[in-house]
């Protein structure tokens, strides 16, 4: 909501380093690299998704959480998820040559991690608003990053 992140996840080369929590002078710039990634992102999401009580037009067509495409960054490809509490999802998306990532795909990997979000806040102990340390969390997630990376690359 604030645009603090909640968790900042990192897959590279089938490995998963979480990137609020683990810093080494060994990662560092790499880890920055990433943080600047989002943090750019958030401005075309604050663009494209407007809060409530700034001035719209009022539309009787359904609004998607999910914001789409929102620019390119250096080898990635950023997308914007915001759901209807303003906790924002986004996604960078390494480009690969010759092929192109299915919307679809990113759609429902959004939704899907959106979801994953929502059980985490079902329980009593998560305070809202908060950091993600659940190992459990974190292992759903990387599951979901594992069969996005599968459908994707047999595409």
């Known amino acids: 909501k604030e645009n ?3 968790l900042l996840r990192v897959y590279k080369d089938s490995l998963a380093v979480d990137g609020l929590t683990n810093w080494t002078s060994e990662n560092d ?8 990634i989002i943090y750019c992102s958030l401005d075309m999401v604050e663009e494209r998704h407007k809060q409530p009580g700034q001035n719209v037009v009022p539309t009787t067509t359904k609004v ?5 495409y929102l620019c390119p960054f250096e080898e990635f490809h950023v997308y914007g998820y915001v759901s209807n509490t303003h906790i924002k ?8 040559v010759g092929t ?14 959106h979801q994953l979000y ?14 993600v340390t659940s190992q ?8 979901l990053v594992k069969g996005f990376n599968a459908r994707n690359s047999s595409a």
């Open 4 to 6: 603090d992140p909640l």
């Open 29 to 36: 710039e790499g880890i920055l690299r990433y943080h600047y």
């Open 64 to 68: 998607s959480m999910y914001l789409g």
């Open 89 to 96: 999802i986004i996604v960078a998306v390494e480009e690969q």
């Open 100 to 113: 192109g990532t299915a919307q679809p795909e990113l759609q429902k990997f959004c939704k899907e991690v």
């Open 118 to 131: 929502a059980n985490q806040l079902q329980n009593p102990f998560v305070a809202i608003g908060q950091r």
């Open 136 to 143: 459990k969390f974190q292992e759903e997630l990387d599951k």
